[in-house]
């Protein structure tokens, strides 16, 4: 089974300061991967996707990941953050061809804090 | 306003005392599944349908139960909660359960099991 790793448990940044959050997965075969962002006390939105193509996304917020596949990397990266941008942010991955094609395995977050 | 409504948002209750957490979704997705997350341990999943009537275990499905009659709902049972199930608990849908179909998050339910 497929397994997601996050090893920034917690980031403080200033506002403006560039961000690049850590992400790595664990499986060979193809994956599709996905960041989700929670904003304090809210519901898990999603931020970007890859499945295939580019593998430079950009997703809302101006926010972008790449997808790395020789490191097994998809980090998380804005050129500048803002205040409201503090919030957990949780990688996940799904491997379509393995046999746990139908669940969505997280990484256990990073929290972002930045400070105005 | 498509979404998913979980209730209730928050419950303390105590050891023993069956409980149930709704769930449901108003886009007519055919996946369905519920999550806990804990500190330090992001999401995982508890359970998930994949249609009507068509459940499976997750990574974390000791001392859960589900089902799934209609479509849009997907209920969550504790039927005997005990204090390591006090977590925060996540329903989401997507369209279909293929792997590349994002997930639509409802607002979580925060349980305090004593």
């Known amino acids: 089974a497929q397994s997601v790793s996050q090893h920034n448990h917690h980031v403080i940044l200033s506002e403006a300061a560039s961000l690049e959050l850590g992400c790595n997965y664990s499986y060979g075969g193809t994956v599709n991967l996905f960041w989700y962002v929670q904003y304090p006390g809210q519901h898990l939105q999603l931020l970007l996707k890859y499945f295939s193509g580019d593998p430079l996304v950009k997703g809302i917020k101006g926010f972008e990941a790449e997808f790395i596949k020789s490191k097994f990397s998809f980090n998380l990266r804005k050129p500048s953050v803002q205040w409201s941008d503090t919030a957990e942010y949780f990688c996940a991955v799904t491997a379509p061809l393995s046999g746990s094609a139908r669940q969505l395995t997280f990484g256990s977050g990073t929290q972002l804090t930045v400070l105005p | 306003e498509a979404q998913v409504t979980q209730n209730p948002r928050y419950l303390i209750t105590v050891t023993g005392k069956k409980l149930t957490v709704t769930c449901s979704q108003n886009m007519n997705h055919e996946y369905m599944s519920w999550y806990r997350q804990d500190p330090g341990l992001g999401l995982r999943q508890i359970y998930y349908?994949?249609?009507?009537?068509?459940?499976d275990k997750g990574d974390v499905p000791e001392g859960y139960k589900v089902s799934r009659k209609e479509k849009r709902n997907f209920p969550l049972i504790l039927e005997s909660p005990s204090p390591n199930q006090t977590s925060l608990y996540f329903c989401?849908?997507?369209?279909?359960?293929?792997?590349?179909?994002?997930?639509?998050f409802g607002d979580g339910t925060r349980l305090s099991i004593l």
């Open positions: 989401a849908s997507s369209l279909f359960g293929g792997s590349n179909q994002p997930q639509h």
């Open positions: 349908s994949m249609n009507v009537e068509v459940t």
